[in-house]
């Protein structure tokens, strides 16, 4: 089992940015690929970043490459996602997520067993 808890979230301006920060508990956190989603109202969870279990993998999605930079530090058992240059169409809900290192598909959401419950991004014009 995992335990994971995101904070950071807040509003912010257009252009501005956060840091968003995931910290585990439970099992030993370098055993988890790491990812980062995001749920607007009406619309479906998707994926924003991942990082793979040692770090060596990035993947981003089209929306926020160039603008938002995942990170981990397996000894503190923490992944942080830096978010710059901020619009609106960013404001949603951001979720934290952890899967086994072997799933390497870490762009899907079936690749996460333990999800947390998600902090507010709110991005005005």
């Known amino acids: 089992q995992v335990q994971l808890v995101e904070s950071g979230g807040d509003l912010v301006q257009a252009g501005g940015s956060l840091r968003l920060s995931c910290a585990a508990s439970?099992?030993?956190?370098?055993?988890?690929?790491v990812g980062w989603f995001r749920q607007a109202p009406g619309k479906e969870r998707e994926f924003v970043a991942a990082?793979?279990?040692?770090?060596?993998?990035?993947p981003y999605a089209d929306s926020v490459k160039g603008r938002f930079t995942i990170s981990r530090d397996n000894s503190k058992s923490t992944v942080d996602l830096r978010m710059n240059s901020l619009k609106p169409e960013d404001t949603a809900v951001y979720y934290c997520?952890?899967?086994?290192?072997?799933?390497?598909?870490?762009?899907?959401?079936?690749?996460?067993?333990?999800w947390g419950q998600g902090t507010q991004v709110t991005v005005s014009s």
């Open positions: 997520a952890a899967g086994m290192w072997y799933r390497t598909t870490m762009t899907s959401r079936t690749s996460y067993n333990y």
């Open positions: 990082i793979s279990w040692r770090g060596g993998s990035t």
């Open positions: 439970g099992r030993p956190f370098s055993d988890f690929n």
